[in-house]
């Protein structure tokens, strides 16, 4: 069993950065794909980035590619997001999942089996 808690979210301003945290308990952390979603209010929950469980492989979603950048510290069983040139279209709580996925990275919400309880992110222009 895998318990997220997600960290690092505020109020910036646009062109702005923030580094989203993830910690995760449970031994077997290091084995586990992880992604982060986002949700704007009256919006459906959207995929944002992936990691695969080696940390070899990447994927993102074209919104945010080339600012946003996903990656892991297993040692200290924490996942990171961090984000760059920050848009107002970006304002969302932003949560983080993991699955026990061995064969890469997962991009759908529904993959996934273990969720944070989100953090606010809010982009001012």
């Known amino acids: 069993q895998v318990q997220l808690v997600e960290s690092g979210g505020g109020l910036v301003q646009a062109g702005g950065s923030l580094r989203l945290s993830c910690a995760a308990s449970?031994?077997?952390?290091?084995?586990?794909?992880m992604g982060w979603f986002r949700q704007a209010p009256g919006k459906e929950r959207e995929f944002v980035a992936a990691?695969?469980?080696?940390?070899?492989?990447?994927h993102y979603a074209d919104s945010v590619k080339g600012r946003f950048t996903i990656s892991r510290d297993n040692a200290g069983n924490t996942v990171y997001l961090q984000m760059n040139s920050l848009k107002p279209e970006d304002t969302a709580v932003y949560y983080c999942?993991?699955?026990?996925?061995?064969?890469?990275?997962?991009?759908?919400?529904?993959?996934?089996?273990?969720w944070g309880q989100g953090t606010q992110v809010t982009v001012s222009s």
């Open positions: 990691l695969s469980w080696s940390g070899g492989s990447t």
């Open positions: 449970g031994r077997t952390f290091s084995s586990y794909a």
């Open positions: 999942a993991a699955d026990p996925y061995r064969f890469g990275v997962l991009t759908t919400a529904s993959k996934y089996n273990h």
